[in-house]
């Protein structure tokens, strides 16, 4: 991954914004012969307690989450395997890991999704062992994947419409893991090391500047919080702090969980990710009593207006996450549950007029080529940028960290600088983001309350 090019020294004191704690937690966890002998400062909104869920409530990936180790990309291929194997191997992770393999299902008429499929598809059984690979050519097939060889779907004429499950595949390579429990066990590596220091409760405001350079950040309370360099890695709350134009969009998902029964989840246990790309719709197996399910529909955007530090005087407009920690009363919008539950009276009928147990809105930081950002700021020195990713960062979790110090001291390999940089198709659209095709809605016209 690195270069042969002198690393630059790295700075004496380090503030990471960490507003969403699942993927910034790890990248602090640098091996022994590179973490650098510096003062670090993690500011996190909501601590994860020892003795509290390690994941924060407004964490897209709360619960489960997927790791994957295949793209059709070459070199995401190669490092989230590497990732993978990392995870594997940790003694701290691999009770929290679960190789179930991932299955991608489509509708299987022309469009740009059944193209993908395809694409997919072919590239699968061409890098993996065909033992990996396990074919669904029927919407029968599919659905005794997940309820059993015994099993068969409504027919189509109950669906009231037409059938969106007709041919998949598997890739057993593909695992979830217990992201709270993971997020645990690196908050817990991270209290041993004496130069890293948490600052809970009080979020960031905005970025502390002096003649145009980072030195820091500036809370809410308005205290500053001095240090030569701030690493914003807020996910998709990093643009409310720094002007990315283009380069990255917060867009939000539904996302549900359902109560399952002990003799469903013993039914169940065995399926894989099963992901419809077709219509978006993500269902994971049961675990601890629930099921969680996402859908990537065209998605929802919270319009607030902003300034910068680089220009006060200049009022912009971005989409900037609205959760239950702030809005505790929200409900998914009506259209997100009948598309969910309409999903699931095909795939998983059990579950398709059960209630919620609870629901979301996941926050994701999208990018015009669903790549991450991680690049110093082009304007200002002393802020360097680790976000976006499109939702695809917990498949890389043991490895960022190493990338952002490798990017920090100049030594991230050429292929990676040009694929992270911060202009990377800034004026693009987010085409190879993972959802479906239309334009975000604004949330706080559609989104209902519990009371």
Request: glycine residues 6%.
């Amino acid at each position: 991954m690195s270069v042969s090019t002198p690393p630059k020294p790295f700075p004496a004191s380090v503030i990471v914004i960490v507003l969403v704690s699942l993927v910034s937690l790890p990248l602090w966890q640098f091996p022994n012969t590179i973490r650098p002998p510096s003062s670090q400062s993690l500011i996190v909104r909501l601590l994860p307690l020892k003795t509290a869920p390690a994941s924060t409530p407004q964490d897209a990936s709360a619960q489960v989450t997927l790791a994957l180790p295949y793209y059709t990309d070459p070199l995401y291929t190669r490092l989230a395997a590497k990732a993978q194997r990392m995870i594997e191997n940790d003694p701290d992770l691999r009770p929290h890991y679960h190789k179930q393999g991932m299955t991608y299902v489509c509708d299987g008429e022309p469009s740009r999704f059944t193209d993908g499929w395809e694409e997919m598809f072919r590239s699968a059984k061409q890098n993996y062992d065909r033992s990996a690979i396990v074919e669904m050519p029927s919407r029968e097939a599919v659905f005794q994947r997940i309820h059993g060889p015994k099993s068969q779907p409504r027919p189509v004429s109950e669906l009231g419409g037409k059938s969106n499950w007709n041919t998949a595949y598997c890739n057993l390579g593909a695992a979830f893991i217990d992201a709270r429990e993971s997020i645990r066990a690196y908050y817990n590596r991270c209290l041993k090391v004496p130069t890293i220091n948490f600052k809970c409760g009080t979020a960031v405001d905005r970025l502390h500047l002096v003649n145009n350079r980072g030195k820091g950040v500036v809370m809410e309370d308005e205290t500053i919080i001095d240090a030569e360099c701030v690493i914003v890695a807020a996910g998709a709350w990093s643009n409310k702090l720094v002007d990315l134009g283009g380069r990255m969009n917060s867009i939000g998902h539904e996302v549900v969980w359902f109560k399952v029964t002990p003799e469903e989840e013993a039914q169940w246990k065995r399926m894989s990710i099963t992901t419809n790309e077709s219509t978006g719709l993500n269902i994971f197996p049961p675990y601890k009593g629930e099921v969680k399910v996402l859908r990537r529909s065209p998605g929802y955007k919270n319009t607030i207006t902003v300034s910068y530090p680089e220009n006060p005087s200049r009022k912009v407009e971005i989409s900037y996450p609205r959760t239950t920690v702030d809005s505790p009363t929200d409900v998914i919008p009506a259209d997100a549950e009948m598309g969910i539950r309409r999903d699931l009276r095909e795939i998983m009928p059990p579950l398709a007029d059960r209630p919620f147990d609870r629901t979301k809105i996941c926050w994701i930081s999208t990018t015009p080529t669903a790549d991450f950002l991680i690049a110093p700021h082009p304007c200002i020195p002393g802020i360097h940028l680790a976000t976006g990713g499109s939702a695809h960062a917990w498949k890389f979790l043991p490895i960022l960290g190493d990338c952002v110090v490798e990017s920090m001291q100049g030594t991230l390999s050429r292929e990676l600088v040009e694929k992270w940089a911060f202009n990377k198709f800034a004026g693009g659209k987010d085409e190879n983001a993972p959802r479906m095709d239309g334009a975000p809605e604004e949330l706080r016209d559609v989104v209902r309350s519990n009371l």
